[in-house]
């Protein structure tokens, strides 16, 4: 029998890895949309041509490895640019993502995580979706513990340049507040009762 | 007495400053364009929250006194169906001063709004014979001013409008010429927005002058061969004619006709359709007719 998809999202620093994390020790299996595309984009032959014919040859370095600093010079604020980056690796991971839902046939649902489920249209196929919610001066205190290479300020304008959270909010089936104050798994614990009950 | 309503007074204002938790029902104010977009169903009123603050701030929220709605921004309100309960403290944190939200008791909003559509709509009047007092007929065409009308409403509904659209005459027995202002009514007509929202009808009634004579009886398509089992070359009937008409009206040129085409042979009793009568005219009584063949 197919699995109920579900999609789960939120903006960065959210802690959608963390929720993710929870989900999957309940056993439920989880796509991580944002590493499989990392990874596609170093094994998938079809998307490493295009991105070498759309970004140049000195879009992988020679042992085959990503050059992530060139490829972010490139698409750093150029939003046309990125926009034909995505058009490229969306469609890859997509089905990709269909593959290993067939795999998954055992599971009464399955959890897809990806950053930009909303902006790239990918919710549109899932039977419902997590928003993952945190306000934002914890998230951007995450973000910079997390990732030493970026400043606050850096952080916030990440923020600024993905869809506000307000407007996720309103697409949510379900939403995990995970403000370091509300415990997260109880919240997980409900969720997944509610899912379960629709499979 | 004096010392009760002190402490009373006392009792009071140091409870307002304690601590409580409670559910409050807020008013709700969506903030959409709403030159876009328009709502199909009503929207909902009110959120049910389960909040904490010092008894004053619950007391006036709870008294339900000059609250300020709390505000749900729709940016792109078609592509929403519901919002649900536990995505809204998003939404409110920042609107409820000295209140701290525990939890959504409602547990889910129902959107349905739709983009707002507009265009020029056709009408014309229903058939308005049956609004006409029995003795009375047309002796004009029924005119409409304007013809057409602007609508806005929900593009669903906006769309599938009728082209033209047929407005009823709610008046009965009409036996005058008709001059009325007539309310545009439209199914689900509280979704939409008609400029303007009247028209003008106007039209010319006539008294009916009954005439019964013996009129022409003609059968159509009978089988060849068959043998109709009736002996008829005419057949009473009253018609009525505009009272103008009258003094030139003549009986004879009217005729009764049966179309036998698509009935089977057997027994059957039909209603003769009645031609060549002036304009307005209409029949009153005429008998069916028994045919065998």
Not at chain 1, 67 to 88: A, Q, T, W
Not at chain 2, 112 to 135: F, T
Not at chain 2, 201 to 228: M, Q, Y
């Amino acid at each position: 029998m197919k699995p109920i998809e579900i999609g789960i999202t939120g903006g960065i620093g959210s802690g959608k890895s963390l929720v993710s994390k929870v989900f999957h020790s309940l056993g439920v299996p989880v796509y991580d949309a944002d590493s499989r595309a990392k990874n596609l984009m170093t094994t998938d032959g079809i998307l490493i041509s295009q991105i070498k014919k759309e970004f140049g040859a000195l879009s992988y370095y020679e042992d085959g490895s990503l050059n992530r600093s060139y490829i972010s010079v490139k698409v750093f604020n150029d939003p046309e640019r990125l926009k034909v980056l995505n058009g490229l690796v969306h469609p890859r991971v997509g089905e990709d993502y269909t593959k290993w839902v067939k795999e998954k046939n055992n599971s009464s649902y399955v959890l897809k995580e990806a950053a930009l489920l909303f902006e790239a249209n990918s919710y549109k196929g899932l039977n419902k979706v997590i928003v993952v919610s945190a306000p934002e001066d914890v998230r951007v205190e995450r973000v910079v513990k997390r990732d030493q290479h970026r400043t606050e300020a850096q952080v916030r304008d990440i923020i600024r340049n993905q869809m506000p959270e307000e407007q996720k909010l309103l697409k949510a089936d379900f939403v995990i507040v995970n403000d370091e104050v509300k415990m997260v798994v109880p919240q997980v614990l409900e969720i997944h009762q509610k899912i379960i009950a629709l499979a | 007495m004096l010392c009760f309503f002190a402490a009373t007074v006392f009792w009071f204002f140091n409870a307002l400053n304690k601590s409580y938790t409670t559910n409050i029902s807020f008013p709700l104010h969506f903030d959409y364009n709403p030159e876009n977009y328009v709502p199909v169903t009503a929207l909902p009123k009110e959120v049910r929250i389960n909040v904490s603050g010092i008894g004053w701030n619950l007391f006036r929220r709870s008294s339900g006194i000059k609250i300020p709605p709390l505000t749900i921004p729709l940016e792109r309100p078609s592509e929403l169906k519901k919002i649900v309960g536990s995505a809204l403290p998003g939404f409110f944190s920042n609107q409820l001063e000295g209140l701290e939200i525990n939890f959504v008791i409602t547990d889910t909003l129902y959107i349905n709004m739709q983009p707002k559509a507009g265009r020029w709509l056709r009408l014309s009047i229903d058939s308005v014979q049956q609004n006409l007092d029995r003795n009375f007929t047309l002796s004009s065409d029924v005119k409409v001013v304007p013809e057409s009308v602007f609508v806005e409403g929900p593009m669903s509904i906006v769309t599938k409008l009728d082209e033209p659209t047929k407005l009823k005459i709610n008046d009965q027995n009409i036996d005058a010429n008709y001059r009325q202002d007539l309310k545009i009514d439209l199914a689900q007509g509280d979704l939409i927005k008609c400029n303007p929202s009247y028209v003008f009808v106007t039209f010319g009634v006539e008294k009916l002058v009954s005439v019964s004579d013996s009129i022409k009886l003609e059968i159509l398509n009978a089988p060849a061969k068959s043998h109709l089992g009736m002996n008829l070359s005419k057949i009473p009937c009253t018609m009525g004619v505009p009272e103008s008409l009258s003094k030139d009206f003549d009986p004879n040129r009217v005729k009764a006709v049966i179309d036998l085409k698509g009935f089977k042979r057997g027994n059957v009793k039909l209603l003769p359709q009645v031609m060549g009568l002036p304009e307005h005219s209409r029949v009153l009584k005429i008998d069916s007719v028994r045919i065998r063949y």
